[in-house]
């Protein structure tokens, strides 16, 4: 029988990066955010962020395209998000996301660092982080992923 561990750090800004994500409504989104990976057969270890963007550390199915996956999350959880009345200020997710692979040596370390964002972005915006992770991952910057 096949085997497959596809753990991937997924993040998504929403658009313009705005704060429009309520703190008291955060536990519901991440709720629907688990039940949409569910969905497709994902396990998510840790799903977490701020008003402006989300971090999940999530083992993908080894039949599901990551596009496939963040489509299918942005999509239905921003259609939730509206219908919810819970983000009023919401207009939708941004068009880029970042996602990287995971050794499962380094889960629990990549999910302290999902379970802190809170206090993390206390000292540090959400642009230099992304820009950090994305050096850390040996990746080019590119502008396009603040859309």
């Given at each position: 029988m096949s085997r497959v561990s596809q753990i991937m750090h997924i993040v998504i800004n929403t658009k313009s990066r705005r704060m429009v994500i309520p703190e008291a409504a955060c536990r519901k989104l991440y709720a629907v955010v688990v039940g949409l990976m569910k969905e497709k057969r994902?396990?998510?270890?840790?799903?977490?962020?701020?008003?402006?963007?989300l971090h999940l550390l999530v083992d993908i199915h080894a039949t599901v395209r990551l596009d496939e996956l963040v489509r299918h999350l942005k999509q239905n959880s921003?259609?939730?998000m509206r219908r919810s009345g819970l983000f009023p200020?919401?207009?939708c997710w941004g068009r880029e996301y970042f996602a990287v692979s995971v050794s499962p040596t380094a889960r629990e370390s990549v999910m302290r660092y999902i379970s802190n964002q809170k206090s993390h972005h206390l000292c540090k915006p959400f642009e230099e982080e992304?820009?950090?992770i994305i050096s850390l991952a040996n990746m080019e910057w590119d502008d396009r992923l603040l859309t």
């Open positions: 994902c396990f998510v270890y840790r799903v977490n962020g701020i008003g402006n963007h921003s259609l939730w200020d919401f207009e992304l820009k950090e």
